[in-house]
């Protein structure tokens, strides 16, 4: 049947009605051939409970990023790539809508809705795609079941093991439950499940995860089939090593041993263990199963044995403080047998090329013998000499110690030590307040207290806690993670010390991924303070100048490249002019002396930043550095400081780093944002000023004292 044609003018009023309703019908979006993807925007309409990373991970229609945008605008110069291009493709738009709707149906979101809207620039090149999401409600977990557990892990898994295996069943499912199942991760109970197994003896277990969904009443049932299999004990225990190990320095490091239920948490940690041993080079432990039904498993390991050699040959440099450093460490792994290792390790900070005034030198050498097996297999006690030549801001002198430092790493940056250190020390020149005083000058000083302070030899003995602990995704350039380093010094008795002083500083450091390449935050803080008791505390009438300069080597200091930058190492906080005599007998001074304190506090706000067109080990950076040092112990009522030199002082600035995994070698400048008055004021001017009687405010500012160049080659957090 043929269907009547309505007249002209009735299509006329459907078309304009249509072109009414629909306001996509009125504009058509024209797109040129060779459109760009200018931006891919997000918008969710409702709550929503999945992040914008996890979404943008899906998509496959990329906007150019930040670091391509400035990319783009120097890919002028030589040998600057041009970043990738960004065309749009609408057929990958398609797939991405396609993608999502999975990601939303595996995340249990049953009724999730994804749709788009793209809009152009008048010549239909510059494309911006704003993506629209609304969830729904998801399914979450009502209750986790395991099927077959009475007549499956029972018979062959001890009675006390199976409860225990019902125990953490009864608690997964109620962490479990009221999540949201995609969230609960279904392959995740399944590993979880397989690794608590194999901890177990079950080196063969079939685990298998079922879901039954009431999209009606938005809630699931987790269920766990198991198939234990056959527990294993442990077979035969075969070594690879030549030159032969001792069966009782194996033995104990070793937490199985043949006739034990296998243990894959067992031999992790005994991997761990033997690792830990200078002895071996590299260890291997290998389990071999070949199929379900094995009862005795045989147990294989292989060593690459050490042998005498350079375990250290290092060169660093940074600009403040140290210069050009120098470090050579040699290790014999079996001197005594026993696994009992020898290392020698001796370190030259020459101070060449340093920019400080003063360079921090210094030549060291360690002798220590460590014993493994220390209460625990990883742990390690070392002991020896160690001599120092020191020539630095505070004195030049000759120490030597004897060192004793318990070790015991039990994770990847997780380590607690303990150590003892009785030094000895024959100052041959003193250097504090601005003023250098050396061993013929000592008896000249009037005043019994300072003089006593002055005295050339001491005895110190100091025991020092220390823990580190944290986690990071990568240690060489971490994105996301935390660190913490407390410790804890005491000193010994007075029989034993001439100072006595407890002392605690920490440090957290802190990474957070920014979403432009390899970026991350880093946040770090720290706070110290030491607290005088006993011999050195000021006798009540006095200025306590004596005790002060008893503690100097102990007290806190900040200012270099590795706290604040923008400051030579030291001289954040309250200084003094050094003073020298000069051809003619007068008074000269060519830099400051940093005065200590009793307390220190620092902060660091770094930004990562990708370096357009280079490798990822090589980034920018951006900081904000703060630090305090100050003496909030009245007792110590001296007149060297000046309050102007203990508030909180700023720097901000930015650099270029190479990072790899023996460390950073990073360039950077520090600007001073609120310098106090010494800090912009050459030293020789101020020292003329305090000798005149006038005030520090009327001596010349140089504002070129605000910027600091740092050049460094170590560890950067």
């Known amino acids: 049947m043929r269907m009547p044609v309505p007249p002209l003018p009735t299509l006329a009023l459907i078309a304009a009605l249509a072109a009414v309703a629909s306001p996509c019908a009125a504009k058509v979006t024209r797109i040129a051939p060779d459109a760009r993807t200018h931006a891919v925007k997000l918008r969710w309409i409702g709550s929503h409970e999945l992040t914008e990373p996890e ?42 809508v396609a993608r999502l709707r999975r990601l939303y149906a595996r995340q249990g979101f049953p009724e999730a809705s994804i749709d788009y809207e793209v809009e152009t620039d008048d010549e239909g090149k510059d494309v911006t795609v704003t993506i629209t999401i609304r969830e729904g409600e998801p399914i979450r977990v009502r209750r986790l079941n395991l099927a077959r557990m009475d007549s499956t892990l029972t018979p062959t898994m001890d009675p006390d093991e199976a409860a225990r295996g019902r125990r953490e069943l009864r608690q997964l499912g109620r962490t479990l439950t009221g999540r949201r199942l995609g969230a609960v991760g279904i392959e995740d109970i399944r590993r979880r499940t397989v690794a608590w197994m194999a901890e177990h003896g079950h080196l063969a277990p079939h685990v298998e995860v079922l879901t039954m969904v009431d999209t009606a009443g938005r809630a699931a049932d987790v269920t766990l089939l198991v198939e234990a299999g056959t527990r294993s004990r442990v077979g035969e225990i075969t070594v690879k090593s030549d030159p032969p190990v001792e069966p009782r320095l194996l033995a104990r490091h070793l937490p199985f041993k043949t006739g034990d239920w296998v243990s894959s948490r067992d031999v992790q940690t005994g991997l761990r263990n033997l690792r830990s041993i200078d002895l071996f080079r590299d260890a291997t432990i290998e389990v071999p199963v070949s199929g379900p039904a094995d009862s005795v498993v045989p147990v294989r390991i292989a060593f690459t044995p050490s042998r005498p050699r350079l375990t250290t040959l290092g060169l660093g440099y940074v600009t403040s403080g140290a210069g050009v450093s120098m470090q050579a460490g040699w290790t014999h792994p079996n001197l005594t047998g026993g696994a009992r290792a020898v290392d020698l390790v001796g370190l030259w900070q020459t101070g060449l090329w340093s920019f400080s005034d003063v360079p921090d030198k210094l030549f060291r050498v360690t002798l220590t013998m460590r014993q493994p097996y220390v209460g625990f297999p990883a742990a390690s006690l070392s002991f020896g000499p160690r001599v120092e030549l020191r020539d630095d801001l505070y004195e030049r002198s000759n120490v030597f110690s004897w060192l004793v430092t318990y070790v015991y790493p039990y994770d990847a940056l997780q380590t607690f030590s ?85 002392r605690g500083d920490v440090q957290a450091t802190t990474f957070m991924p920014v979403p432009l390449g390899n970026s991350a935050l880093m946040l770090r803080g720290s706070v110290g303070r030491v607290w005088p008791y006993g011999s050195s505390l000021p006798a009540p009438g006095t200025s306590g100048l004596a005790q002060f300069l008893r503690l100097r080597d102990y007290n806190f200091i900040a200012g270099g490249s590795g706290d604040v930058r923008g400051y030579d190492t030291g001289l954040l906080g309250p200084k003094f002019p050094h003073t020298s005599t000069g051809t003619e007998g007068e008074a000269t001074s060519d830099y400051y002396d940093p005065v200590t304190g009793l307390a220190r506090a620092m902060a660091t706000a770094e930004l990562r930043l990708p370096l357009p067109g280079a490798t990822s080990q090589l980034a920018l950076h951006t900081f904000l550095d703060a630090g305090r040092v100050w003496i909030p112990d009245s007792r110590y009522s001296f007149r060297l400081i000046d309050e102007n030199e203990t508030h909180w002082f700023m720097t901000t600035g930015g650099g270029l780093g190479y990072y790899s995994p023996i460390g950073a070698m990073r360039i950077e400048g520090g600007y001073m944002l609120n310098p106090s008055l010494m800090d912009v004021r050459d030293a020789a001017e101020v020292q003329r000023a305090i000798i005149d009687g006038v005030p520090i405010e009327d001596v010349p500012a140089h504002s070129r004292r605000r910027l600091r160049i740092h050049l460094s080659l170590a560890m950067w957090f």
């Open 55 to 96: 979404i943008r991970r899906e998509v496959a229609t990329r906007a150019p990023s930040g670091a391509e945008r400035v990319n783009a605008w120097v890919a002028w110069l030589p040998l600057v790539p041009d970043p990738p291009p960004r065309p749009f493709v609408p057929f990958t738009l398609q797939e991405d």
């Open 418 to 502: 303990l150590s003892f250190d009785q030094s000895y020390t024959r100052i041959l020149e003193l250097r504090f307040g601005g003023v250098s005083v050396n061993r013929d000058e000592l008896a000249k000083l009037p005043g019994g207290d300072l003089l006593a302070a002055l005295n050339g030899e001491g005895n110190v003995q100091q025991w020092t806690a220390s823990l580190r602990r944290g986690r990071l995704d990568d240690q060489t350039l971490p994105r996301h993670g935390i660190t913490v380093r407390p410790s804890f010094t005491t000193t010994g008795p007075s029989a034993f010390t001439d100072v006595q002083f407890a």
